[in-house]
């Protein structure tokens, strides 16, 4: 077995600043993600890494970087946090870009 | 392209009663598809999987059937329990990417 540890849990900011929301990993897996999910909505992709040092650009990267400084470690950056990027957001990995998905347990953004 | 649709929004249905979640897929290659049950306040987690070998893959009292020749995924359980309450995803692995559902809210009702 193995875990996924997101950090900050909670993380407030203000408006306009830049964010740094943290991952990591001990399944030993490839592939990593970040998820944004809104209040009662669905999950959407804003990045994903198949190996240390790739970046794949999700449906909603526009306002994030990410790096892979590492296999076990993928990193998110709001780049410029907004209200309306208020969520929680998911860390995943998984052994390969195909496969099942585990999750971690989530960081809330509050923007203030 | 490759895609998956899913029964969208707010389902409620009523306990013992039979549950049925649509998905269908677009798929380039062989199909490989999945759902993820996501609980209120918890993480995602994978709830089914389809086989290539015609498996019908069951877990919980849940299970899907892969069909090619309609492209469906469909999520089944014969009676629906209080517990059943949360968010479904379908998810579809293409060729070149993955892609998520926007998800099925089920709440049961007594």
């Known amino acids: 077995g193995g875990i996924i540890t997101q950090t900050p849990k909670f993380l407030i900011g203000q408006e306009g600043q830049k964010l740094t929301l943290k991952c990591q990993q001990n399944?030993?897996?490839?592939?990593m993600y970040w998820y944004r999910q809104d209040s009662g909505k669905g999950l959407r992709l804003i990045y994903y890494?198949?190996?240390?040092?790739?970046?794949q650009k999700g449906d909603l990267s526009e306002g994030y970087d990410a790096s892979r400084e590492k296999k076990s470690s993928f990193s998110l950056t709001v780049t410029s946090a907004q209200k309306n990027e208020m969520a929680v957001f998911l860390c995943?990995?998984?052994?390969?870009?195909?496969?099942?998905?585990?999750f971690g347990p989530g960081t809330r953004l509050t923007v203030l | 392209g490759d895609s998956v649709t899913q029964t969208e929004g707010l389902v409620t249905l009523t306990e013992g009663l039979p549950v049925m979640l649509n998905c269908t897929y677009q798929s380039t290659y062989s199909p490989f598809l999945f759902w993820y049950v996501q609980h209120l306040n918890e993480a995602p987690k994978l709830l089914l999987k389809?086989?290539?070998?015609?498996k019908r893959p069951e877990h919980q009292g849940f299970h899907a059937t892969l069909h090619k020749s309609s492209s469906s995924f469909h999520l089944q359980k014969s009676s629906a329990q209080l517990s059943d309450s949360a968010l479904y995803y379908c998810v579809n692995t293409g060729y070149q990417n993955f892609y998520f559902g926007k998800g099925t809210s089920l709440t049961v009702i007594p």
């Open positions: 399944f030993n897996h490839d592939t």
């Open positions: 995943a990995s998984s052994r390969d870009r195909g496969g099942e998905q585990y």
């Open positions: 389809s086989f290539t070998d015609n």
């Open positions: 890494s198949i190996t240390e040092n790739d970046l």
